[in-house]
């Protein structure tokens, strides 16, 4: 059977009928003739699709969740090397335990907390102690007597991340000892003793100004260095005579707004020797002796008089241990910029040496 | 089937005269009913006159005939009396119109073909009846190629087992 043939034969079926071709040909002649307006816009052209605003925010989202889970875990990743040594989370583990057999009722967020807060600071203050005096024997014992402030001895420069993964060997690494100093660190803030033992340094020694200037290249001489506190009188007067000294203090067109500072930051290169930093329209030039490593940039919402009065393990340990090789701390307005050198503290080899000073 | 000149379809009666029986046909194949035929008929040929489109040749007529139709006959269909309608019909279990029924009786072939789901009938009517290639029709429905192929197969599939059971 021939389809085409047999649906053909039923065209009368389909098709109108005369009487039907004359009712609609004078039923449009009427309607042109009445001058009946077509409203409605030709139809003569198909619908245009909808713009896929769905699928287009599918790709998206999952684009930037890709993104965000990549961007996390590469921020999450050096963080884990920071974590604090198998001692310190044992002790730690243990003192929640001791904190949950204290209080018999889990359910009491208020007690716990309060109970974990004096064990922690127990549990601190003796760590303080002990890592204080670790930190005294790793610096006789690995520190070469020219570096004033070994933050990172020599001997990590041949350890390198050995160092980290050799956490259950009793020989007291170089890690061990920049993380006892980290904890020294937080200690001080915790215990609040540092201020007041700050304030006095920094009024009873006079700021040097030609330190503050030529400080580029020459070590601190470790001499100095308050006992207690750790920090450097030096320094710390350097630093006090930059925030008036420094030329980078008035950034006329540097926003300081918390929105928009770190967008106007730009570096031209990471691996040349003479980086530049532009910040709005104004370039500053930069040394960068780590090439390989990567100088990054933040900034503190404190007041010029806050930072200056800060110790300098403030800014090198503790809660600010990334900032160990800070390459440049200038103020402007009531701001205090931090440029510093991004990485682990295990892979430098000489902080002392790359540190300078505004001006 | 009939040849039709430039010359003489300048004038709009004879256009009317014919193309209306092609532009019904599509339409009824369409809609499966009369009265909105002939409804879409109508606002085919007004719209032809409204528009006064400038026509390289027949072809180019004939298919902006058709293309008109098919359009009109969609904003029908989907329209919201049309569906309020057709949910009125089926809650009456009146599947079929009276040309349907007539139909019906007389040639099974037809009958199948307007048993058919709605976008094959057209397909189906345009390739087998106004003898439209597969790219012509693709042009003017604005449907792929591929896509038109499919509903042709699909549509000979669904009409198989149809005409079996009458005996072809």
Redesign the interface.
């Known amino acids: 059977m021939d389809f085409r043939e047999e649906y053909k034969k039923s065209e009368k079926l389909i098709s109108p009928t005369d009487e039907q071709l004359q009712k609609m040909m004078s039923a449009v002649m009427s309607r042109i003739e009445s001058g009946e307006e077509d409203t409605k816009e030709l139809n003569i052209t198909p619908a245009k699709k909808a713009f896929p605003y769905k699928k287009i925010a599918f790709i998206g989202g999952s684009v930037a969740a890709c993104a965000a889970i990549t961007i996390a875990a590469v921020n999450i990743a050096p963080t884990l090397n920071n974590v604090p040594t198998a001692e310190r989370a044992g002790s730690l583990s243990a003192s929640a335990d001791d904190a949950r057999q204290n209080t018999a009722l889990t359910t009491n967020a208020a007690t716990t907390y309060s109970a974990d807060a004096d064990k922690l600071d127990a549990e601190s203050a003796t760590e303080f102690d002990t890592s204080a005096d670790s930190l005294e024997d790793c610096a006789e014992e690995t520190a070469p007597e020219s570096f004033v402030m070994p933050l990172v001895p020599e001997s990590s420069k041949s350890n390198g991340y050995s160092a980290n993964d050799n956490l259950t060997d009793n020989s007291l690494s170089a890690k061990d000892c920049f993380t006892a100093e980290c904890e020294a660190a937080e200690v001080f803030e915790t215990l609040e003793i540092s201020e007041s033992e700050v304030d006095e340094v920094i009024l009873t020694e006079e700021p040097d100004v030609d330190n503050a200037t030529d400080s580029t290249k020459e070590p601190i001489d470790d001499a100095h260095k308050n006992p207690e506190t750790g920090a450097d009188p030096d320094l710390i007067a350097a630093w006090s005579q930059a925030v008036e000294d420094s030329p980078l203090v008035c950034i006329e067109d540097f926003d300081c707004s918390f929105e928009k500072p770190l967008t106007k930051l730009e570096f031209t290169s990471a691996d040349s020797e003479n980086d530049t930093l532009i910040i709005g329209d104004k370039t500053y030039k930069l040394t960068n002796h780590e090439e390989e490593d990567e100088w990054s940039f933040t900034w503190f919402s404190m007041s010029n008089e806050e930072i200056a009065a800060l110790p300098y393990e403030y800014f090198t340990t503790g809660h600010f241990n990334e900032f160990q090789h800070i390459y440049k701390i200038f103020f402007a307005e009531d701001r205090c910029f931090v440029v510093y050198l991004l990485g682990d503290a295990a892979s430098f080899a000489n902080p002392q040496g790359e540190y300078v000073l505004v001006g | 089937m009939e040849t039709f000149s430039l010359v003489t379809s300048e004038s709009f ?1 004879q256009v ?2 014919f193309y ?2 092609m532009v ?2 599509i339409a ?2 369409r809609v499966g009913n ?1 009265s909105d ?2 409804d879409i ?2 606002d085919v ?3 032809y ?3 006064n489109e400038i026509f390289n040749n027949e072809e180019h007529r004939k298919a ?1 005939l058709i ?2 139709t098919i ?2 006959a969609n ?1 029908l269909v989907t329209s919201a009396w049309n569906r309020h309608k057709a949910s009125e019909e089926a809650l009456e279990g009146i599947g079929t119109t009276d040309a349907l029924d ?2 019906e009786q ?2 099974a ?2 009958d199948a ?1 307007m048993k058919l789901p709605e976008k094959y009938r057209t397909v ?1 009517h345009l390739f ?2 106004e003898d439209l290639s597969i790219t012509q029709i693709s042009k003017i429905t ?1 449907i792929r190629e591929s896509t038109v192929k499919s509903q042709l197969s699909r549509a000979r599939d669904m ?1 198989k087992p149809m ?1 079996k059971e009458v005996g ?1």
């Open positions: 009666e009317m005269k209306m029986p019904y046909r009824f194949t009369v035929a002939e008929t109508q040929f007004f719209k006159f409204r528009a902006w293309r008109c359009n009109c904003t007539r139909l007389q040639t072939v037809a073909v189906i087998y009846f604005g009409l005409l072809f």
